[in-house]
């Protein structure tokens, strides 16, 4: 019998503020971290973990998405771990390098589901053919403990009702940029993610 793959060059996982909840932000991280790796086992080729250390952060999320991968036995030549991002605008502007590199174009980006639609608008931005997914969406190719992971990293209604109130947010101020061309308002959410997120020194 054959197996299914999934029709995918790079797998990048993005990250989740650990600051406010950090038990939340974890749980989500390690949904994200079960999902990559089962792509992986359906044949993507590699996983790529971004965020940056942020400020008042004991370590960063890519580093937590890396190790939670390895854990799950996905190979560390097949993870790309870069702590540069503070925005998920700044992470498709990296996430983009990285594939560009690797000469990959259909890439499929994770993050949690109240967080997909703005993720799928920005990353269209950078000429990537993408496809953004929940977590869960990858139920099919994962591990009984992978479906733990991704059962346990679904938010509650008061983290949703709390996360939808910042993604209107963050939808209202993407309104009143859309008039500037791409570059521009790429620039001004790059610079506003790093005065409110900033990155841990050291």
Known sequence: MSVARLPFDGVVVLGKELRGDPDRGTRELRARAAAAAAAVRAGVPFVATLEARLRGQDRSGSALVAELLAELGVPPERVVQEDRSRSTREEARLAAEVFGRRQV???LVL?????????????EDTGLHVAVHAPDALWRFATEQER???????????????EGRRERLWGTLAALLSPLPVAARASIEVTAGGYWRGVEEG
Do not use: M
């Open 148 to 162: 733990g992971w991704i059962h346990a990293g679904e938010p509650d209604a008061a983290a949703l009702r709390l």
């Open 111 to 123: 993050t949690a589901r109240y967080h997909a639609p703005r993720a799928r608008r920005i990353f």
């Open 105 to 107: 174009r259909r890439c």
